[in-house]
């Protein structure tokens, strides 16, 4: 079992930028292919970006493509998700997650959920 942590979310205006962080123990981290997701109020928890075990391979979805990264540290077991230029419409809780397996845009293939982060945008 892993327990993943999130960090770095807030309020922040459009067009300014966050660093969002998950902190993973338990099993090893390099076991685990990983990703983020967020979920505004009302909506369904959609996909936003993964990243494979060795962090060789991103997955961006096309709405933050340009704008967001992921990146990880097997040595310090995180995961990052940096989101510049940010709009109102990225407002909503993010969430890290990981999978067993590998890369996938459905919530239900990731086993283990971080609590989530609030990152709200303002216009």
């Known amino acids: 079992q892993v327990q993943l942590v999130e960090s770095g979310g807030g309020l922040v205006q459009a067009g300014g930028s966050l660093r969002l962080s998950c902190a993973a123990s338990g099993r090893p981290f390099i076991m685990y292919f990983m990703a983020w997701f967020r979920q505004a109020p009302g909506k369904e928890r959609e996909f936003v970006a993964a990243?494979?075990?060795?962090?060789?391979?991103?997955y961006i979805t096309n709405s933050v493509k340009g704008r967001f990264t992921i990146s990880r540290d097997n040595a310090k077991a995180t995961v990052s998700l940096q989101m510049n230029s940010l709009k109102p419409e990225d407002t909503a809780v993010y969430y890290c997650a990981a999978s067993r397996s590998s890369y996938s845009e459905s919530p239900t293939s990731y086993d283990y959920w971080g609590q989530g982060t609030q990152v709200t945008v303002s216009s």
């Open positions: 990243i494979s075990r060795s962090g060789d391979t991103t």
